[in-house]
Every structure is written in C-alpha cells, then in structure tokens.
C-alpha cells in the first residue's frame, strides 16, 4: 500500500520529550496537547519502545488511544536493536508494543536508528526486514520502514536490498546540510531522488534553532518580526519536496501553538528567506557548539545518573552568553537531581547508543572543567 503524502499531516507530534511533573509524564498535560493537535485537523504520533523509559506508548495509550477512535489518528513506534538479545525478543518487544500502546496494529513501524555496525547488524542478523513484512501481511503493520543515523553509503546499500521499504525517517535541518557526521544534504537527495517519503527528525535540532544570539536573530526577525525562530527551521524543511511528516517534539503547549500556527496555514520560505537561512547557518557555524540534540538515549544506561543533554546545552548556552548567570544557576539546580559532570566515569555506555557520534567522554570532560569550579 504506498503512501499518499496528500492525507499526511505535515506537523507530526513526537512523543520523545512529554511534559513531566517531578520526573513523570504529566497525562492531564499531555491529553491537552493531544486535544489541540487533533483539534487543528493533525493526526500523526511518533513514539518508540525505549522514549521516556518506556513510558511514550503507555501515554500514548492513555491521551490518545483511549479517547478516539482508532480510525481518527496514525501511531508509529519503532524497535530498538539494542534490547535484541536473542530472536524471540523481536516477537515480544512487538507484543509489549502492542499492549502498552492499547492498539491492534501500527500504521507506521520503523526499524529504529539504524547505522553502522551494531544496530544493523542486528536487524540482518535476525531478519527483522523480513520479520516486519510478515507483520504487515498479517495486518498489525500497515506501514514499514526505518530511522536512520548512518552513511549515504549505508542508506543506498539497504535501499537496494530493500526495495519494500515505503519510507525513511532522517534528521535534517538548515544547520545539518553539510555536517560531515550527519550528512543529511545527501541523505535527503538520495531519497528524493528515489521519490521515497520522507519523515524528518530534530528539524529544530533539539531547540537548538529556536534561540540564538540577538544579532543573529536579529537577521530572521528584520525579514518576518512576528514569526518565532523556531518557524523558520520548520518552514525550512516543510520547503523541501518529498517531505511527508516533520516530528517536533512538542513539551509544552507554547510550543504546540507555535507549531500548529506555523503549518495550519504554510507557507513555504521564498527565495530571499533562504537567503536569509543560509546567511544565518554561515553565522550559526562560526560559534563551536556540542551537537547534542537532546535525544537522551546516553541516559539511561549512565551508572552516574548524569543528564548529559543538559550539561550540554550548559555549555552550549555559555559559549553564546558567557554573561548569562541563569545558565549556572540551572547547573546547580541540575546536580540537586542528577550527577555532577565531574562524575563521569568514562566507561562508553553513552557514546556507544549516541545517534550523533559525540566524543561525549572527552565532552564531559571540558564540560566539567567549565561548570565544576
């Protein structure tokens, strides 16, 4: 059944970064935004079996599956590689899915975060390709493909294998084209050119497009003063053709609004406003950042409990507001919960599940050096 990129939403609600209240999903935050989204005629929910500890499906269940009918919205979710430790546990992964999820099918299934070495070769090592289309013949997958953080060498080589794939889920924003890790420039042209739909991730790069220093601001808002920053990543990448879906991993309903008001009535940037984008991604790339986009998988596995993504986005704030005293401030606040970055223990757990590639190791370090004196 191929996809008809007309009936898809173009704003998708990610599921990885819910509303919490004391470390737990807030459900009565969540179903309102649930509200909104469908309120504004949108419809597609992007979770995963490992998103908020396993929490996404079950509030996924709770907000979404219980209140509509199963024939109002698209759920997809993904399988995780890495909790494959044996064949049987593809099987029941998929059934745990189904039943925190409260559905009998999943319109999108997606083979999650596939690159180079471990993650691949664990879905060929036990056919999950092939394991996925039996799922759809049987019904309980309507839609089948993958999330991908590896080459374009990579994509080619399982797109020629993989003929039945019916659509790719890649990271591309404005600031990522030329990213020698990412590469996404190239990814996107690959499946373009194969006029394979494409779903795209962190198209605000984690709320990294979203604020910036006033004088790069400055350069969007002299162009469109009443449009947010973050707008115009979005409309950047709704601009490109063969786009099906953009997940934003909405937190709060001040975001939500945004996003709704950004694609209910899109706009596609015109010519000088990506000359606008491009003048501002030169800008963007003269200040050294940590390319951390917030996904969390280096969390959970960490034995010191520390909150990588945000000493990060310490860091990252500092290097664009040395004056800032707020950014030390929720430093402090951030070890009153979780571990001091001079915690670290340097065992590879986080750099090993990282989507982006991160020396984090050696990132914590510099981290600690800056935030722990």
Known sequence: MSID????PKLGFGLMRLP????????EHVCRMVDKYMDAGMNYFDTAYVYHGGNSEVAAREALVKRYPRESFMIATKLPAWEIK???????????????????YFDFYLLHSIEEGNNYDVYVKYDCFNWCMKRKEEGKIK????????????LTKILDD???????????????RTNPVVRSQELYDILHERNIPIIVMEPVRGGMLAGFTPEIEGMFKAVRPEKSIASWALRFVGSLPGVMTILSGMSNEEQMNDNIGTFKNFEPLSEDEFKVVNEVTDKILEIPQIGCTACKYCCDG????????????????????????????????LVQRS???????ACGQCERVCPQHL??????????????V
């Open 86 to 104: 044996k064949e049987s546990d593809v099987e029941r992964i998929f059934n745990e899915q189904l039943e925190r999820a409260g559905v009998d």
């Open 339 to 345: 571990g001091r970055a001079s915690a670290c223990v």
């Open 20 to 27: 919490e209240n004391e470390g737990v999903i807030d459900h």
């Open 359 to 372: 020396p984090i190791i050696k990132l914590i370090k510099e981290a600690s050096e800056i935030l722990d």
């Open 302 to 333: 960490c034995p010191m409990k520390i909150s990588i993504p945000d000493v990060f986005r310490t860091v990252n704030t500092l290097r664009r507001y040395p004056d800032d005293w707020r950014s030390k401030n929720f430093y402090n606040g």
């Open 162 to 176: 993989h003929p039945e794939i019916e659509f790719v889920q890649i990271q591309l924003n404005y600031l990522d």
């Open 143 to 154: 839609h089948f493909g993958f999330s991908f953080h590896g080459s374009p060498e990579l």
């Open 5 to 8: 990129l007309n009936t898809m």
